[in-house]
């Protein structure tokens, strides 16, 4: 199986200010049929369901703010907001779907400081 | 609206049989893969496997296979997971989800709300 980590387990970023979440896979997760890599970010508030931020490493959801990115190639990926609000409080999870069982890191957990 | 809305919470007992499901509006049921995802209380998030439009194919994490199964009905639109004999280890909330195109390898981007399995004698 691949393995994803997650660093760090929590970050406490205070408003308006950066947040940065690192993803690392034990394989390269570029898929030769399209030459992007196989990585997804998902957003998960209490009581709710994952909700898709980004794909394919890079392609922001229609509906997500633009403070949202992400970043990386091959094994090492990051999931950047630029400008945190009270509202992205939530635990954020990277998940690989190069190869099953797609896997997914063990969360970050992002609190406002 | 698209959307994928699971069955209702569950309370069973070990060694009962189960059968949740996850009926999907709004899209063509048949073009897309949908795969299931384990939380257990308080963790994180673990794919448990999928199945291909029509399908005729299932493809299952080496940490349930066999205990398992996922199935569909694509008349009603509706996916399956089932257990023919629970756990109490089995607690958890499973949810259903898209895989975003016609290929299993791809990210989720429409989820269930989720059903909550409580084993417990």
């Known amino acids: 199986d691949i393995v994803m980590t997650q660093s760090p387990d929590s970050l406490a970023v205070s408003l308006g200010e950066r947040a940065t979440i690192n993803c690392k896979s034990s394989?390269?997760?570029?898929?030769?049929?399209?030459?992007?890599?196989?990585l997804a970010w998902y957003q998960q508030k209490p009581g709710q369901p994952p909700r898709l931020l980004i794909s394919?490493?890079?392609a922001r959801q229609s509906g997500v703010p633009d403070r949202f990115s992400g970043s990386g190639s091959g094994a090492d990926f990051s999931l950047t907001i630029s400008s945190l609000q009270a509202e992205d409080v939530a635990i954020y999870y990277c998940?690989?779907?190069?190869?099953?069982?797609?896997?997914f890191g063990h969360g970050t957990r992002l609190e406002i400081k | 609206e698209v959307q994928l809305v699971q069955s209702g919470a569950e309370v069973k007992k070990p060694g009962e049989s189960l059968k949740i499901s996850c009926k999907a509006f709004g899209y063509k049921f048949t073009n897309y893969y949908i795969g299931w995802v384990r939380q257990m209380p308080g963790r994180g998030l673990e794919w448990l496997g999928a199945i291909s439009p029509g399908g005729s194919h299932t493809r299952y994490s080496p940490s349930v296979r066999g205990q398992v199964t996922i199935s569909l009905d694509d008349s009603i639109t509706t996916a399956y997971l089932q257990w023919t004999s629970l756990r109490a280890s089995d607690t958890a909330t499973f949810y259903c989800?898209?895989?975003?195109?016609?290929?299993?390898?791809?990210?989720?981007?429409?989820w269930g709300q989720g059903t909550l399995v409580t084993v417990s004698s």
């Open positions: 394919w490493a890079s």
């Open positions: 989800a898209r895989h975003a195109s016609g290929n299993v390898s791809d990210a989720f981007d429409l």
């Open positions: 394989q390269n997760l570029s898929y030769y049929a399209n030459d992007k890599d196989s």
């Open positions: 998940q690989q779907f190069y190869g099953a069982p797609f896997t």
